[in-house]
């Protein structure tokens, strides 16, 4: 297993080959999210303009994750006198299983700001991506807000003192990430009706 680390920076898997001419690489993919129980019943994905030694992840995401093997061709040019033909030999790339690191997460989804009228309502949401469980923690002006520990923060009955900063903690047992820190302003005119 090979751990790979979710986020902005690139991920590189390379294979070194040598010959003349150049050798040609095919990459292949077969996705799977446990390499404990590897499946008999799968097919190989072939993955398209690949033709180079290094497969690159701009960004790596949890989607990436599976078992990678590369196929490298040199071609030999070896001509037959009897059959004029071209002998083609392959060679086949350790197969590895890449995931993202232990804990990792990233936040999907993000919080908007919002602007609500006086007595009105508004929800702002947070999602997270991660093969670990995910918990969630809404915060208001950095003060935690007991009880609010869902994707879903609805807010009713606005007031000004609902006026304020807010922002989620997304968490796994070995990492957090914090959302956007939004703006909810609630004016003091009445609802439209």
């Known amino acids: 297993v090979v751990y790979a680390k979710v986020g902005p920076d690139p991920v590189t898997i390379q294979v070194q080959a040598s010959g003349i001419p150049s050798p040609r690489y095919e990459w292949f993919y077969r996705p799977n999210d446990d390499p404990a129980s590897p499946s008999d019943d799968f097919t190989w994905i072939p993955l398209s303009a690949t033709q180079d030694n290094v497969l690159y992840f701009d960004p790596f995401t949890f989607s990436d994750s599976g078992y990678y093997y590369c196929r490298i061709q040199h ?6 006198e009897v059959t004029k033909g071209k002998l083609d030999d392959w060679t086949t790339s350790r197969k590895i299983f890449l995931r993202p690191e232990r804990g990792s997460l990233v936040i999907t989804k993000q919080p908007a700001p919002a602007e609500c009228s006086f007595g009105g309502s508004v929800v702002f949401e ?7 469980l995910l918990t969630y923690q809404w915060f208001k002006d950095d003060d935690k807000l007991i009880g609010e520990d869902k ?4 807010l009713s009955n606005l007031t000004l003192e609902n006026t304020g900063n807010y922002h989620c903690v997304v968490s796994t047992g070995a990492m957090r990430e914090k959302s956007y820190v939004v703006r909810l302003s609630v ?5 439209i009706s």
Not at 126 to 132: I, K, Y
Not at 151 to 154: A, G, T
Not at 187 to 191: V, W
């Open 187 to 191: 004016n003091t005119s009445s609802p």
């Open 126 to 132: 947070c999602e997270g991506e991660s093969f670990e």
């Open 151 to 154: 994707q879903l923060l609805k």
């Open 75 to 80: 071609n030999l040019c070896v001509v037959a």
